[in-house]
């Protein structure tokens, strides 16, 4: 006879699906799972591949000590109550390629993957990684009908990270002491806002020259072409995974951490109907709240300029959807 009685409660851990068993979406599960956040489901198109990069996983398990379960799948009805969809689903970029040049081709993928997900899990909140980031954000709330909150895209913690890490790297301080914040679209008209990046609370403006920050931040706008040109084969992997599981974990945590993402604006900063990135609090619902933080109006102008670009891709990755 059981010590324990019966009970109509079932204990269930959260699930968050990942779509997409390339560099970011398995390193995303591994991320996910081994901080312990949540189950995880990874999908993919190739018979195979999520079975066997989950199995992979698991058979760690022990090793790195969690107990979260990964599924790797090519049937959207095991990944169905999703409380989170990450979609990294799409074509990486080669040498020599934008993010715009992906625009067409990864919006029909991202439409595809985005209504099968959907359909089984019609309560969850999405997150995209898959580029052109604001542009795809965009054509994942189109396809899905969903109040925008619950929508967003990975963009500006990645860029932010970027710029934190060549800041840490120049001056020679703990990558932690580092604070930045990125605005803008994700690619080259991105706006780091140099007023609030800091080291332990001091401007970074007063540790270094003009030219020597203008140097690092056109490094961050370059920062995954440069990564791209140098593997050849691929894009970056790491930093975006890891990116994507802060915010992941700021919601399933409800911990409302202020994070920079690609979120819907109808009214902020001067902008409306479209999604870009802005500092934004993360929790349980989705982006909470999106702050309005003051610019100069030089910065305003070229998150104008961030925006326009933004929306003229938009335009071209409806075409046909």
Known sequence: MSVFPDSPITCKAPLVTVIGAGNVGRTLTQRIAEKNLADVALIDVVEGLPQGIALDLIEAQGIELHDSQIIGTNNYADTAGSEIVVITAGFPRKPGMSRDDL????????????????????????????????????????????PPQRIMGMAGVLDSSRLQTFIAMELGVCTADVSTLVLGGHGDLMLPLLRYCTVRGVPITELMDEATIERLVERTRNGGAEIVKLLQTGGAYFAPASSASLMVESILRNQSRLLPAAAYLNGEYGLHDIFLGVPCRLGCRGVEHILEVKLTDEERKALHVSAKAVRSNVDVALVGL
Request: charged share 15%; with cysteine; aromatic share 12%.
């Open 103 to 146: 625009i067409q081709c990864n919006a029909k993928i991202v439409a595809e993957v985005t209504k099968k997900a959907f359909e089984y899990s019609p309560n969850a909140i999405f997150v995209v990684i898959t580029n052109p980031l604001d542009v795809m954000t965009y054509v994942v709330w189109k396809m899905t009908g969903l």
